[in-house]
């Protein structure tokens, strides 16, 4: 694997703002900030892709480029098939650290074989090769696969292409509660509700999302399994139920219920059974977030008088405060990495996400909107999705955990929030 | 037990309005609809519909009990004591009426975590729900419940708006 650092050598990039616009995307994305030092890796057009309806090379490009680490040498319109080695001597005069290479081939029944090749230019050598079997019309999933390979190779962190986000549209007094490809192609409406619905959360194997809608005049638990639409009501005692989360292994859910008093945290079975009181206190207790081995749950109490971010093994005992600078810091998510943790502080600007090293406690704001809400982790830690608000209008947002690149994400004439990145693909 | 006519007429119509009530075999029987124009015709009971004469005092502007809800301080949970007499006279209908539920919707400014607003917005719900029990109400008729910052009254950022935001519904069973 290469080492990002020597590869980063000549490149002095400033701050670009880059707008890429996905085809028939309904969510844009748009850079607003890139990485200082981006690698350059060149995506040669594949050769025999003319046979197909719609490009996957464009797919590869944009996904590298929209992720803000890697800067794209123009090769031009001549395919470069995978078959034989590419010039080495040329590429590295054109500046391109990498080069991806690709052949389509017609295979069995109206499908297509896709052959790439990755290679490091400076040491002449072969990173990676795939094959992938397509479908005309999965053109994007499979430009998705190879981007994520591109990633993983030159970053060493996994690719999150192919992964899929969820988030609540508000139009009118309508909510869609919608499912889309990462680069907001393909939205889908898993539930659409004239009474509200928040905090979407994905179960680790990415077939179902917990939310709390308030379809019954109140709010309740739902689970809803993706491919069937089929929900089941997790949580609906007297009272709310909110703040759904889920256990790593998919197991049991977290919720907040109100049915012996204030805000309280409990676990439940996903089908609703089970209910367990995880926490006493006699204060608000909400936003519950497991870490990623399981072990804590983050989440915010106004015990100390004002709400701030505390954690509690999973096998119970005492809580412990986690944040302490300020009167204002809620909704933790702990990294997948276990590195980290993201949450929303009350700064001088407004409500802003930031993030914390679990280990030293040093913490840093991340972005420089003031109306941030519900940050969200993506499976490689990289990146984090936020709900924020541009122009009186609530978008999508997404920051680097190192706070250098910045992502905007909106719906035009509607409002976009509570989004929840899902997990890798299996 | 025996009630004179008139009163189980009143407390059969109030039964019909009540959607979570277990004895939903009685409300058949209690609607009075003259519209249906067959004998033999089966009337439809639409539980959600509030009816009957004990109800009319709900709706008539007039009357305290058509009002429904109490504002609340910024951070405050706290009954204001201009908001008593009605939180009293709801309190007061509630008792004379054991059978009749009543759902109280909390709700909180926008600023800050949804979340974290639905748990403010139950404490206001909550308290209220309280009040009414000291006042004689039943734990069984009132269910507390939040809606957070996902239903404001007033979409402006101003603190009029926002003060109009942090306040609790009072709803009768078919009212929401």
Known sequence: MMKLTDLFRFLLIALLTVVVTPARAQLSIEITGAGANRFPVAVAVMDGEAQLPRSVTEVVRGDLERSGLFSLVEMGPRPMGESVPPDFAYLRTRGADAIAVGTVVPAQSGKYEVRVRLYDTRQEAQLDALTLTMTPAQYRATGHRIADVIYERITGLKGVFSTQIAYVV???????????????????????????????????????????????????????????????????????????????????????????????????????????????????????????????????????GSPQIYRISTQGGRAERVTFEGSYNVTPRPSPDGQTMSYIARTANGFQVAIMDVATRQFAVLTDTGRDESPSFAPNSRMILYATEIGGRGVLAAVSSDGRIKQRLSVQAADVREPAWGPLPR | MRYPLAASMLALSLLAGCSSTPMSSDQGAAVEDRSASSAGSIPTVRPDQPQGAGLAALRDPNNILSKRSVMFDYDSFTIRGEFMPLVEAHARFLVANPQMKMLIQGSADERGSREYNLALGQKRSDAIKKALMLLGAQETQIESVSLGEEKPRCTERTEACYAENRRGEMLYAGEF
Do not use: C
Not at chain 1, 247 to 259: C, E, I, M, Q, Y
Not at chain 1, 267 to 273: I, K, M, Q, R
């Open chain 1, 170 to 304: 508000k139009s009118g007094n309508q909510y869609k509660l919608q499912i889309a490809d990462s680069d907001g192609a393909n939205p889908q409406t898993a539930l659409a509700s004239n009474e509200p619905i928040i905090s979407p959360s994905w179960s680790p194997d990415g077939s179902r999302l917990a939310y709390v809608s308030f379809e019954a005049k109140k709010p309740v638990v739902y689970v809803h399994t993706l491919a069937t639409g089929l929900r089941a009501v997790a949580a609906n005692f007297k009272g709310s139920n909110s703040a759904p989360a889920w256990s790593p292994d998919g197991n049991r859910l977290a919720v907040v219920l109100t049915k012996d008093g204030l805000s309280q945290l409990y676990t439940v079975n996903p089908d609703g059974s089970g209910v367990t009181r995880l926490a006493s206190s006699s204060s608000i207790d909400t936003e519950p977030a497991f870490s990623h081995d399981g072990k804590w749950i983050y989440f915010t109490s106004d015990r100390g």
